[in-house]
């Protein structure tokens, strides 16, 4: 046996590692007695890619992300990686985890590479405030009457497209349910004023689009008075 171009050696096989790209072309010539036959094989080397994707998308103010590599094309790579991501401790084979607080577009670069060649990809995820949910009113120390309406108000923060439920809790902690789901972004419902009579104070709550549970209550008690 004798192997050309390509790949070169004496025995029935011949096996070789590539690092450039491009069609790599092989004759292999077989001598028998008086007897010589060649053939010709090639075999395509593909570029190395890699590709990055970060999951979840958007995530509040510490909230962890993962950013996962997809590297194809090279059967061995090293990687490296840089940006948003640096928390190289939970690397995890194609995966990188990371605690993030900084509001706003955080961006991963993956890069891989093999022999001489390199190919990089980026990867972003969305960070946003951290929820918060704040009463306004009632507040404590408001009187309302039964069959008055009044305004139940809140601020809200890292909501998103998120709805809010309003709860009146009495002194006891008993609570009763004033609605059914309302935008978080509303930041007021109109709330015709029902018995029991009673000091009470008013919870908002939900569960942000990031996956945040957020509530707050009334600083103090209001009064319902007949």
């Known amino acids: 046996y004798s192997w050309t171009g390509d790949c070169i050696g004496p025995n029935s096989t011949c096996s070789q590692t590539f690092s450039t790209t491009g069609t790599k072309t092989t004759t292999v010539t077989v001598t028998s007695g008086g ?3 060649t053939a010709t094989c090639s075999v395509a080397v593909t570029p190395i890619s890699v590709s990055c994707s970060a999951s979840p998308a958007t995530i509040s103010a510490g909230q962890t992300a993962t950013f996962t590599a997809t590297v194809t094309g090279m059967p061995s790579y090293t990687l490296s990686w840089a940006g948003a991501c640096t928390n190289l401790s939970t690397l995890s084979g194609l995966t990188c985890s990371q ?5 706003g577009t955080r961006v991963t670069t993956i890069t891989a590479y093999w022999g001489s060649q390199t ?3 980026t990867c972003s995820v969305n960070v946003v405030a951290t929820p918060t949910i704040t009463v306004t009113s009632p507040n404590g120390g408001e009187n309302w009457k ?5 305004n139940i108000t809140w601020n809200s923060v890292g909501m998103g497209g998120s709805n809010v439920y309003i709860l009146r809790i009495d002194a006891s902690g008993g609570q009763s349910s004033l609605t059914q789901a309302v935008p978080a972004s509303q930041g007021s419902y109109s709330w015709t004023i029902s018995p029991p ?3 009470y104070k008013i919870r908002i709550f939900g569960t942000s689009s990031t996956g945040v549970n957020v509530y707050d209550d009334s600083n103090n008690y209001f009064n319902i008075t007949p």
């Not at 039964?146 to 009044?150: F, S, Y």
């Open 35 to 37: 007897q010589t036959q």
């Open 99 to 103: 605690m993030l607080s900084t509001i």
């Open 119 to 121: 190919a990089s990809a």
């Open 146 to 150: 039964v069959g008055e309406t009044h």
């Open 197 to 199: 009579t009673g000091s």
